[in-house]
């Protein structure tokens, strides 16, 4: 069988984390990377191989894909996931999908209409500690869960990173929207969907400099359809200590997860603790998942397509709304 032909678009800081393990996956060309700033596409094609385009027209014409990945920032998708469309290309996305809803579900539409393979990059999804507690709360439902991602104040202004988009919450969708999606996306996966979100957010701590207007923390209360309640926090002002947790109450059992990897320990009444340590490769495991079902045409192992993406985005756009209005908001699902 021909080798899979794979183009990137976006190639910045999640193509250099995916080409690895897209590579190691077998049987799959690196044939072309697309960026706005053509400089870090021919970078990256020097390094890995293929050619370099500035967009992703051009790239889409010039190679036969077979598969994408867009590696873009929250406010540039678009042209990429309609390009992709239209040449009939399976494409993965990195999270947050997007930073548009009605954008988000124009693009799931118009590829459930050509029937495409698509996977978000909700990459917790594949991880073992998680899995084992979604089965446990399938039978044993959430009542209570709490956590987020609580960080330092982003560099000053100069710094490429405060410069470029991640600060800036018309861009990025600030930090619920961008970073604590992933812990907005865990909560969906194990506790079911939700009903309404209540969300205030704390501003004026760190320098409101130019190039900086997220919230710098935010506190999201989501009332979920299966009557049980979440607490999600997002700070990025918080310099001596802080990480990613997690916690999950139900009747029965108690998930208590740490870190980026999502170890958990698992507790139960009168039971020794159950302790899965999370998986430091975890891209790998998403990029293989999502390749073979490429190449079988058979997606049943994608664990978070674009369409169940799009519901994501809802609860985490719904949060910001709420923190300009003041006022709870429905998610309509
Ligand atoms: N899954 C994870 O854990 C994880 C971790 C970090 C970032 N991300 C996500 O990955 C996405 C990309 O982040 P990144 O760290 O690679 O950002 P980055 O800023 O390092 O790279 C983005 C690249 O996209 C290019 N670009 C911008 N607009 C473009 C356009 N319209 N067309 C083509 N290229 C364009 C930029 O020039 C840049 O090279 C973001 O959505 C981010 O939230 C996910």
């Avoid at 439902?141 to 609580?150: K, M």
């Avoid at 999606?181 to 957010?201: K, N, Q, S, W």
């Avoid at 190449?295 to 756009?317: F, H, N």
Wanted: aromatic share 8%; hydrophobic share 40%; charged share 20%.
């Amino acid at each position: 069988m021909a080798a899979l032909k794979v183009g990137f678009i976006g190639s910045g800081g999640m193509a250099k984390a995916h080409v690895g393990p897209v590579k190691a996956v077998g049987d799959v060309e690196v044939a072309a990377f697309c960026d706005v700033a053509l400089s870090h596409a021919e970078a990256m094609a020097k390094e890995h191989g293929g050619q370099a385009f500035s967009t992703p027209k051009e790239m889409f014409e010039a190679v036969k894909l077979d598969v994408a990945y867009i590696l873009l920032p929250p406010f540039a998708h678009g042209d990429a996931e309609f390009a992709a469309i239209e040449n009939g290309v399976p494409f993965f996305v990195e999270k947050p999908i997007g930073n548009d809803l009605a954008l988000s579900r124009e693009i799931a539409r118009k590829a459930a209409e050509k029937n495409l393979i698509t996977c978000a990059g909700y990459m917790n999804r594949y991880r073992e500690s998680i899995n084992r507690a979604r089965e446990m709360l399938q039978e044993d439902p959430a009542v209570l869960a709490y956590g987020g991602w609580i960080g330092g104040s982003p560099g000053p202004a100069s710094s490429e990173f405060i410069g470029s988009w991640w600060a800036i919450k018309a861009k990025s969708g600030g930090q619920i929207v961008e970073q604590c999606t992933h812990t907005f996306d865990v909560v969906r996966y194990l506790c079911g969907e939700g009903e309404e979100v209540f969300a205030h957010a704390a501003v004026g701590f760190n320098p409101r400099v130019p190039g900086y207007d997220i919230d710098d923390a935010s506190t999201v209360n989501i009332k979920l359809k299966n009557g049980g309640v979440v607490n999600l926090m997002s700070c990025c002002a918080s310099n001596a200590g802080g990480g990613v947790t997690l916690t999950v109450h139900a009747k029965q059992s108690t998930f208590l997860f740490s870190g980026w990897e999502h170890s958990v320990e698992i507790r139960q009444k009168d039971k020794e603790p159950v302790r899965i340590a999370g998986e430091g490769d975890i891209f790998a495991v998403e990029d293989k998942v999502f390749l073979e079902a490429v190449r079988s045409g058979d997606a049943s192992g994608i664990r978070s397509p674009y369409s169940d993406a799009v519901k994501t985005l809802e609860w985490t756009l719904a949060a910001n709304r709420s923190i300009e209005t003041g006022q709870p908001v429905k998610i309509e699902g």
